[in-house]
C-alpha cells in the first residue's frame, strides 16, 4: 500500500498520474499546504523538507516500508517498483536528463513565474521578467526537442512525460496574459494534449477531490506558504 501525501498542485498531480497508470493501491492523506499542515511534526517525519508530494510505501525494498519525497524521486521509485513507464534500457540515460531538466529548470522556473506574477507585491518587475522569460525559455528548449517525437525519451511514454504534464496543466498561470500559452510551443501541446488524453489523466485529476482544501489566501496561507518571508519565531 502506497500513503500519499496529496494537495492539489502540479508536483502531486504527476503522483497521482503515475499511481492511476499503475494501478498500484495507495490511499491519499490530504495535507492542506494553505493551512500548514506541512510544518506539523508528524508530516517533517515524511518529508523533512515540509513539501508535498511524499509517500509511504509500506512494501518498499525488502519488505520495509520506506519514505520518498520530492515528486521525481516517487515517480523513480514507483516506476522501479512495477518496472513500468522507464522507457527501454537504451533511452536511460535521456530519460533521466530530462526528469532533471523538468525537476531542476522547468518546475522551478514555472513555479517561481507563477509566484511572481500572481502571489507577490506589485513592483517588483525585475523578478517578474526574470522568471517569466526563464519559464518561457524553458518551454522552448522542451518544444524544440518534442518537434518530430510522439514521447519526451524513446519511442514510449514515461515517468518523463508524466512530469511534463504536471507543470503543463498549469500554462495558463506561468505564461499569464496569453490566450494560449500553447500557441508559440505546439510540439508542447501535442505533448499535453497526448497525456491529457489518457484515461488516468481524469482520475488523477480528481484525486483528492472529496476533501475541502483551503482556497482563501490570507495572512495564514501565506505565512504557511511562504514562511522564509517572515522572521523565524523563537
Known sequence: MIRF???P???PLKVALMLEETGLPYEVVPVDTGKGEQHLPS????????????????DGPGGAEARVF???AILIHLAYKTGKFLGAAEVRPELVSWLLFLASGLGPFSGQAVHFQHAAPQGLDYAV???RREAERHYCVLDDHMAGR?????DDYTIADMSAWGWLTRA???????????AAHPNLRRLYEAVEARPAAARARAVGSDHSFKTVTDEETRRALFPSNYPAVA
Open 5 to 7: 501525501y496529496f494537495h
Open 9 to 11: 498542485t502540479p508536483n
Open 43 to 58: 508530516f517533517r517525519k515524511i518529508n523533512p523538507n515540509g513539501k508535498v508530494p511524499a509517500i509511504v510505501d509500506t
Open 70 to 72: 520530492d515528486s521525481t
Open 129 to 131: 521578467n526574470r522568471y
Open 150 to 154: 510522439s514521447w519526451i525519451a524513446g
Open 172 to 182: 495558463a498561470r506561468v505564461l499569464k496574459g496569453l490566450d494560449d500559452p500553447f
